[in-house]
């Protein structure tokens, strides 16, 4: 089943979040299972969509909020604690980060998966460079429909 687009089909939602934002790190809500509470994450992240669509239609583009959501510095987990299930909306921060700028020698030139897109997902890696703009074939896996029609292309 879809969920609402209506505002007013989640005030619950906009409860619980006014009231995370108004404590300084956060709160937890325990949820009878992980279904539940999954299913009321879902309903919490389309209350904040609904929010940030709202806040495009009032108002301006240049205003910090246009299309963005107040509710956006908030982070909700599940976390099973014992036998109980919890769902913590956090405000998300970097206050305990370690966080330091790089310099070259910092600098990772290449992931450790590399970039498999012209290889088809498997293969050597090779740089960004090559493995942009290329042309991939799809295949269906029905080898005799392939040969009879033009192969799919598309731009990555």
């Known amino acids: 089943m ?3 687009t209506s505002r007013l089909a989640y005030n619950d939602c906009f409860d619980v979040l006014d009231e995370a934002l108004a404590n300084k790190k956060g709160i937890r809500v325990e949820v009878p299972d992980w ?3 999954n299913y009321y994450r879902l ?3 389309s209350a ?3 929010d940030r669509k709202d806040n495009k239609e009032t108002y301006p583009d240049d205003h910090k909020l246009y299309g963005r959501s107040i509710y956006d510095q908030l982070v909700v987990r599940l976390r099973e604690e014992g036998k109980k299930w919890w769902m913590y909306i956090e405000r998300f921060s970097t206050e305990n980060l370690n966080i330091e700028p790089l310099g070259e020698e ?3 030139e ?3 998966n590399g ?3 012209k290889a088809g997902g498997a293969g050597e890696s090779q740089p960004r460079s090559e493995a942009r703009e290329e042309e991939i074939t799809i ?3 029905e080898p005799e429909k392939e040969a009879e029609a033009a192969p799919t292309r598309r731009k990555l």
């Open 2 to 4: 879809a969920t609402s």
């Open 48 to 50: 904040r969509a609904i």
């Open 35 to 37: 279904n539940t509470g």
């Open 110 to 112: 290449q992931s450790p």
């Open 106 to 108: 910092n600098v990772i």
């Open 43 to 45: 309903r919490l992240h």
């Open 139 to 141: 295949f269906d896996g």
């Open 115 to 117: 970039d498999l897109r």
